[in-house]
């Protein structure tokens, strides 16, 4: 059973992760990908950096803790980060977030192909609900004038990046402290971000409009502040269930806020698209019963 505390924190972090989708859309439209992620990762390492120190968390990698925090910040981290940017900017940011949030599909079907991981019924189901959902969206991108089959196959991409990731994360013997490696492999992602955008991209000017102001604190302050507290606070208490159905909602909430934030209003492949991931993903994270376990009557 879900207490008020940990309720408040899930729809929280569910709400904060949605709408990073289409903030992120609005700061591109006055800041370019690269400098937009070197900016705001950047300060949202220093905002955890402080926080979990004064939480008392070792900090400082030892020894062999330096080659896991490099190995597994370059999918975890610069994949999807640098990838996901790029997605963002070519497609609508609600598009953007269905197709990112394919990840967990992606991590079960690379690990049956990788580790043989059994391959159950419930999976071979959710490859083809994403299959459908990748379908629709990429033949409505090749259909429009506008359309940016590109973008598609940079956001499948970062996913990929995401869900070896995560896969690596599963397998490694870690000493550091999740909350450490999460702060160094951002520091050591920053500055790659921090070359790559002086290398490809013009030096912003900062003759920034507030939405634009305000978005790039949202991304600092919420996004790789409040939502990474928070997500490491409930992971350590929920059962995964209970996480699977926050990363459910993610891609209907980026959806649904894109029309709000930027009046990106989602076709019927949108939606159709949208209920064929969140199927997926509770096909694959979702244990049988767990529903009527978290909220019995």
Known sequence: MLNRQQLVGLVALTLMWGVNWPMMKLSLQELTPLYFRAFTMTGGTLWLAVFFYMRGVRMLPQGSEW???????????????????????????GRAAILGFTMPVWTV?????????????????????????????????????????????????????????????????LTLPVEALTVWMMALTSVCMWVLAAMSEPWPQFHFSVPMWISLA???????????????????????????????????????????????????????????VMVAIAAVLLPPGSLRRLWPR
């Open 218 to 276: 949202y991304g600092v302050v919420f996004n790789y502040g409040f939502a990474q507290i928070i997500w490491f606070s409930l992971a350590r208490h929920l059962p995964p269930a209970t996480s699977a159905m926050s990363v459910m909602m993610v891609p209907l909430i980026g959806t649904a806020s894109a029309t709000l934030i930027m009046d990106e209003w989602p076709r019927w492949q949108d939606g159709v698209a949208v209920i064929c």
């Open 109 to 173: 079907l690379l690990g049956a192909l990788f580790f043989r991981q059994h391959l159950t019924r419930r999976s071979v189901a959710a490859a083809l609900a994403v299959l459908l959902a990748v379908a629709l969206l990429l033949a409505d991108e090749w259909g429009n004038l506008a359309g940016s089959p590109f973008g598609v196959a940079v956001m499948l991409g970062a996913a990929m990046c995401w869900a070896i990731g995560t896969l690596m994360m599963r397998r490694a013997h």
């Open 67 to 93: 080659r896991s925090v490099v190995v597994l910040g370059l999918p975890n981290l610069l994949g999807w980060h640098t990838l996901s940017i790029f997605g963002v900017q070519a497609l609508a940011s």
